[in-house]
């Protein structure tokens, strides 16, 4: 029988195996938990994650204090989503815009949010009978959306299921 291949890589993709080789000390020999420092396994668990941000940090420009680490990407727009709400609250601007074809990562916490009185506006995608643009926010709406209670405009690069590309750079030279 032949060997199956794997089709379904815009859920998740195979670790790469460099990534394993790096990882695998930290699963088999240093387990320690980066968060329970009382003792040298925690310590060094810890020290290696600390590391590890550093050298991201590096490698984007950032400062380490600015990285987050989380369990993906579904926690990270609930984190920004919802931090970012919480900060504005008590704020006129609290307008949220997405696209109706966001990924539900992000329409979810959307959702919750605009129960909480935060306004949320949907765009919506170019027809098909747009061609090369199908799938494309409607870049003749977006600018009829944004006011100044607009606190953020998320929309991703690449979908996930369509593979449609975002044009970032002229979105955001609407904001």
């Known amino acids: 029988m032949p060997r199956p291949i794997y089709l379904d890589n815009h859920a998740t993709t195979q670790v790469d195996p460099r990534v394993v080789a790096a990882m695998e000390p930290y699963w088999t020999e240093q387990f320690g938990n980066a968060g329970s420092t009382s ?41 920004a989503l919802r931090g970012l709400a919480e900060r504005h609250a008590a704020s006129s601007r609290r307008q949220f815009i997405s696209v109706a ?23 919506p995608v170019e027809p098909r009978s747009a061609g090369a ?7 003749t709406q977006l600018p009829t959306q944004l006011t100044a209670d607009t606190l953020l405009v998320s929309v991703m690069l690449a979908n996930n299921e369509t593979g449609v590309i975002q044009p970032l750079a002229q979105i955001a030279s609407l904001c």
Do not use: C, K, M, Y
């Open 101 to 123: 074809t966001e990924h539900r990562a992000v329409l979810d916490p959307l959702q919750r949010l605009a129960g909480r009185d935060f306004p949320v506006t949907l765009l």
């Open 39 to 79: 003792h040298a396994w925690g310590t060094a668990a810890r020290d290696a994650v600390e590391a590890a941000r550093a050298t991201i940090a590096r490698a984007i420009g950032a400062d380490p204090s600015e990285l987050i680490f989380t369990s993906g990407a579904t926690e990270s727009n609930n984190l």
């Open 133 to 139: 643009h199908w799938g494309r926010v409607s870049l």
